[in-house]
């Protein structure tokens, strides 16, 4: 709450335009650089909220509650449910549920937070303003990239990529996983993009069309190759802790951009 009154108490003597959907001009003035740094705090939370682990710890927390949709009608609603009906859950006690809570009740309300206040910016300033939030463009003020903290944190995460693609277990993950999608006749761009699937589930939904003689023969391998990812996670865990925390906080282009230049030697 801290840091977003001081955000909101921030003020900047700027005045620049912009249009929203239905051509209107909006002045980028004060008003709207405020919001701007309000609801960018808001989306920094609602991605970590969104982190795979994050949604484990939500989701393990419904599971223990046997939530069903009928039975909250919100977030707010679903700790007084668990305390009238702790032995309807798997909780040992209400203490225990607590404690759990407390764990994972931030996640959701951050996310509700960013998504209320987002919904209103759109409204008022348009889709621009929420592609900007989320490409960390900044309000016009200034740029974003140009900050010493960006900077610092783009070479760190450049050079930890450069670490990654470079080690070891890398390079064998890549190998493995380039063959398999050969022989699964999987583009990732393309298909990827298109399904929605990775190269395990469109085998799975088109093995006529791939070199795998049945699925069981393509999971082996599939298998094989999560394991390889994990030794590369555990050899590299520090550049994707990194990555990840580096997108939550400065949006996805600080990967992209560091990816680009290394691949091109920059």
Partial sequence: MKILNFIVATTFSVSMFAQIPNG???QKDSAYIA???TVRELYI?????TMPESLEKYSSFLKKVNYKPENNTGVEAIMPWVRNNIEKTSFKN??????????VSNLTLNAGAYLKASTVAEEKYGQAFIT????NRGAGDKDPKEEPEYVAASLKLKGLLYKRLSSKSYIKWHSLITEFNEKANFDPKRNKAETGMDAMQWVR???NKTMFI????????????GLIYLAEKKENTEYHTFQDDAIIKYGPEIYTDALTEVMFGK
């Fill in 45 to 49: 939370k609602f991605n970590q909220a």
């Fill in 214 to 225: 049945s699925i069981g023969h393509a999971e082996m391998e599939w298998d094989a190759i």
């Fill in 94 to 103: 209400i203490q225990e549920a607590e404690q759990e809570w407390a764990n």
């Fill in 35 to 37: 919001t701007y740094n």
């Fill in 132 to 135: 900007d939030i989320m490409l």
């Fill in 24 to 26: 209107t001009e909006i």
């Fill in 205 to 207: 939904k088109n093995l």
